[in-house]
């Protein structure tokens, strides 16, 4: 296991005081930071058994003791991975591709029963008598149940426990797991660095893929295998070449879920959210955020769209991505979407 060169910074604080290290963390940042493999990595550390209670923050897991090796083949007796089903790779996580010991995964959200599971691996104690360590990931996928669960499991912890808690929106756990935990923030690496690995890996279009991305690499790079910044500039084509009928849009965007896999209509209407972001941004300030290769584009649009249109667009937007997943109609639901853009950039008359 390994980290990435913009984590070594995050690597050398934690394991430079081992000794104080708080039995709960947050691991939290946006999609595509690594930070699962990181935390595989510090976990494969901590129960590397031949570096110890070593405190030199640059030693790596030796990869070749049993617990290494059992960590390798997913049986470590001492470490538990909990997920729900088809989580990890899919947002750029990089999940390791055995996951050692996951504990049964639900649909979509973990589980109560996934939580109480643990009971045993925490509190009758570790295989070879010493850590024992608990990766959640992502975390507040929790439901309510289990969110309780575990809270009963951290406020007494045994010795010897480690809980990393894996977050892309840390605000989504209950403040009473937030209290227990120490917050560890994964922020996007130097743009340059960024780059530089994306390179290293045979990415082209490095700046353009980091720049659509918010600059998390390795979303960026499971882009690239997945095809996806082909499907999100079709996904562009109808609101920026001057639309001016929704049920036309909607029919574009209706082929395009039909014929993309893995592209689904949160991922529309999250490229509609950050179009909207820059339509704003650029009104108001000159700049892009997103989407630069479109400057010219989104220029043209700019002109004709109000602040206060754009503002309430947005807004709307926020909301209607919490049911994109489940539409009653997915055609109507194209339609509404393709109409209210072409309303609030003042193209359609209300």
Known sequence: MKIFDWQKPLWQLLLGDLQNLPHAMIMAGA??????????AFAARLLCQSIGLTENPDQMPCGQCSSCTWLASGNHPDFRLVQPEGEGDEEGEEASKAAPNPVKPGQG???????????DFVFIGSHAQGKRIAILSPAESMNAAAANALLKILEEPPA??????????????????????????????????????????????????????????????????????????????????????????????????????????????????????????????????????????????????????????????????AVARHPLNTQLFLEDLATRYLRLIALEKP
């Open 31 to 40: 999609q595509g930071m690594g930070k699962l493999a990181f935390a595989q």
């Open 109 to 119: 959200l973990i589980k109560v029963e996934q939580i109480r599971s643990l009971n």
């Open 160 to 321: 010897g426990v480690y809980f990393i808690l894996i977050v892309n929106s840390w605000h989504h756990l209950l403040p009473t797991i937030r209290s227990r935990c120490r917050k560890i923030v994964f922020h996007c690496p130097d743009q340059e660095l960024a780059q530089e690995w994306l390179t290293q890996e045979g990415v082209k279009s490095a700046a353009e893929l980091l720049q659509l991305v918010g600059g998390a690499p390795l979303l960026a790079a499971n882009w690239v295998e997945q095809g996806r910044l082909e499907t999100y500039g079709k996904a562009l084509e109808p609101l920026a070449d001057n639309p001016d009928d929704p049920v036309a849009m909607a029919a574009k965007w209706s082929g395009l879920l039909k014929t993309e896999t893995g592209f689904g209509l949160p991922h529309l209407v999250e490229a509609l959210q950050k179009w909207l972001y820059d339509l704003l941004l650029l009104k108001l300030t000159g700049k892009l955020s997103y989407h630069q290769a479109w400057r010219k584009k989104l220029e043209v649009l700019e002109r004709r769209a109000s602040v206060v249109g754009l503002l309430a667009g947005y807004q709307e937007l926020l909301k209607i991505r």
